[in-house]
C-alpha cells in the first residue's frame, strides 16, 4: 500500500512517537506510521479538498479515532508541542524553510528533491544538527530523507551537499545517486566553461562529487 518513497521516511521514525505531517495529501503516510509504527499521527494539508480525500482514506481503515486531520497552512502557527515530530514531504525546500519560521519542534523529517545543501545549511542554522538521514531509489528518481535534531553541528560543505551520515554510510545507493547527480550537471558545467559564464557553484560542486565518485573505485 504505501511506496518506498514513504517507507524511507518511516525508517527515520521511532515506534511510538508523535508526529505532525504538515502536507500529508492523502495521508497514506499517517494510516501506515498508526498501523505499523505504533505512531500518534496528526496531519495537515492547506487545501481542503486534500483533506477531504485524506479523511476518506482514514476512514477506510477504521482511524478516524486515531488520527487527527485538519485544513491547516503551515505558514500560520500551528501550536505544535515539542515532542511532536515534524513530517514535510514533497514540498520545496523554500517552502519548508518558510513553514519552519512559524512552527519548530524538536526533531524534523524532511524529504525535498530541490536544493538538498540549502535545505541542510538553512535549518541547522536554525540550531539542529542531522540525525539520520535514508536514500531510496523510487519510480525511476532518487529521494532522500533527513533527520534534523535540536544540537550544534559544524558541517563542511560536502556535508551539506550531499549528507554527513549518506556520506558515512559509503552505500551502493548513495554512490550511485552521486554517479548520478554528476551525470546530471556536468554536461551544464562543461557549457558554463565554453562560454565564460559564471560557474562558482557548479564548479564547487563538480569537483564535491569527483572526490565521492573516485572513492567508489
Ligand atoms: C506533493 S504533495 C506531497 C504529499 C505527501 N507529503 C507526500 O510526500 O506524499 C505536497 C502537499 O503539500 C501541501 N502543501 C503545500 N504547501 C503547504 C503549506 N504551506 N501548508 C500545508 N500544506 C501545504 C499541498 O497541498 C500538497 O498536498
Known sequence: MVSKRLKSISSLINYGEDIIDIGCDHGLLDIYLTLECGCHCS???????????????????????????????????LGLSDNQVMVMSGMGTSTILRILEKNKTHDIICQTNTDLYSLRKGICEMGYCISSEDIVFDNGRYYISVRFSIGSSNYTYDELLLGPCLIKSDSKIFHDYINNLYKKIIGGYNKSILFESNNSELELMVNCLKKYIKSQS
Open 43 to 77: 496531519c495537515c494539508d492547506v487545501n481542503s479538498n486534500i483533506v477531504n480525500r485524506a479523511i476518506s482514506n482514514i476512514k477506510k481503515y477504521n482511524l478516524l479515532d486515531s488520527i487527527n486531520v485538519f485544513v491547516g497552512n503551515g505558514f500560520d502557527d
